[in-house]
Nanobody, 123 residues
Framework: VQLVESGGGLAQPGGSLRLSCAAS????????MGWFRQAPGKERVFVAA????????YYADSVKGRFTISRDNAKNTLYLQMNSLKPEDTGLYYC?????????????????WGQGTQVTVSS
């Protein structure tokens, strides 16, 4: 299993970024996926999750209405569209594979992780 995140960078407050996660080594369309983030000196926390078909999503309250998780099963790719970015969105963003089909918010429910992509929101 390999998960490779990309799309991070520096954004101004109020700006947007789109993260991607390229998946390989497993049947991507069979499993739920999630995004997590970790700010410096803090724990890794849940951001968003999506079920195996892409028709059920779940968000942390802190990003609801600003972030959108999606997936393209034909391209084995997971996305996170981040709009109206805030400085508190800064962190290392990880994509993760779940062993289940339904979206989950619990970190320990995920069995494989990418290396992360850095997002910095600053003026």
């Amino acid at each position: 299993v390999q998960l490779v995140e990309s799309g991070g960078g520096l954004a101004q407050p109020g700006g947007s970024l789109r993260l991607s996660c390229a998946a390989s080594g497993f049947t991507f369309s069979s499993y739920a996926m999630g995004w997590f983030r970790q700010a410096p000196g803090k724990e890794r926390v849940f951001v968003a999750a999506i079920n195996w078909r892409g028709d059920s999503t779940y968000y942390a309250d802190s990003v609801k209405g600003r972030f959108t998780i999606s997936r393209d099963n034909a391209k084995n790719t997971l996305y996170l569209q981040m709009n109206s970015l805030k400085p508190e969105d800064t962190g290392l963003y990880y994509c993760a594979k779940s062993p289940e089909k339904r979206p989950l918010a619990v970190l320990t429910a995920y069995d494989y992780w990418g290396q992360g992509t850095q997002v910095t929101v600053s003026s």
